[in-house]
């Protein structure tokens, strides 16, 4: 089945670092990736759309020049969280649509927990 | 703006009952998915709805799709403790878009 990797799990890290979370399709190209946000024990909001070869769709309220997205293949696109701080503690998730399987599910990625100290 | 609604947000139960969860939209879409988290985890994929009066069922669980009255159920048949997880259904407008998620369904299936 199709797969997706997001790395790393887990980060630590302190406040005014830039962290790079990177999603991978493994085993297809995906036309579009998409990361999203979810505090605890609350439900997932989507932030930004990412198509390969073209700027990030972000939604409303979210800082383009904070969380800075590239989708440079077919199969891997990437969420840099600038100078981050403690609000920026969050779970991130990405998913991928198959290119050519618009009737499948996403496929989401494992999520990465960010601590931010 | 689309939004989804589910209830209940959190449901405990006996192992061995049966009960629903709905899942309420605002616009027109005939794609609608039901993924399970387990704490601490990401998605799982549970069950695919892409048109009116489609139902899928997987073990205990049922999932079904009315588009007319934009309303998807998932039914849970003789609950186990496994089944304890939360519930995210999300509906997708249009083919290969964003998907907008209800806010899910915590359930606790005690023995």
């Known amino acids: 089945g199709a797969v997706v990797s997001q790395h790393p799990s887990r980060v630590i890290c302190k406040s005014g670092t830039s962290v790079k979370i990177e999603c991978r399709s493994l085993?297809?190209?995906?036309?579009?990736m998409f990361w999203y946000r979810q505090f605890p024990k609350k439900s997932l909001m989507l932030m930004a759309t990412?198509?390969?070869?073209?700027?990030?769709?972000?939604e409303q309220g979210v800082e383009k020049d904070k969380f800075l997205i590239n989708h440079a293949s077919l199969t891997l696109s990437t969420l840099t969280v600038t100078s981050a701080h403690p609000e920026d503690s969050s779970f991130y998730i990405c998913?991928?649509?198959?290119?050519?399987?618009?009737?499948?599910?996403?496929?989401f990625g494992d999520g990465t927990r960010l601590s931010i100290l | 703006e689309l939004k989804v609604e589910q209830n209940p947000l959190f449901l405990s139960m006996q192992e061995g009952k049966n009960y629903t969860i709905y899942c309420n939209y605002s616009?027109?879409?005939?794609?609608l998915y039901w993924y399970r988290q387990d704490p601490g985890k990401s998605l799982e994929s549970l069950f695919v709805?892409?048109?009116?009066?489609a139902v899928k069922q997987e073990g205990r669980l049922m999932a079904s799709l009315d588009t007319k009255a934009r309303l998807s159920t998932l039914h849970i048949t003789a609950a186990v403790h496994d089944l304890s997880a939360t519930y995210f259904c999300?509906?997708?407008?249009?083919?290969?878009?964003?998907?907008?998620f209800g806010e899910g369904t915590q359930l606790t299936v005690n023995p």
């Open positions: 998913s991928a649509i198959a290119r050519g399987y618009s009737n499948q599910p996403q496929h």
């Open positions: 085993d297809f190209q995906a036309t579009t």
């Open positions: 990412s198509n390969e070869g073209s700027k990030a769709t972000y």
């Open positions: 616009t027109t879409s005939d794609r």
């Open positions: 709805l892409l048109s009116n009066g």
């Open positions: 999300a509906v997708e407008e249009t083919s290969g878009s964003r998907l907008t």
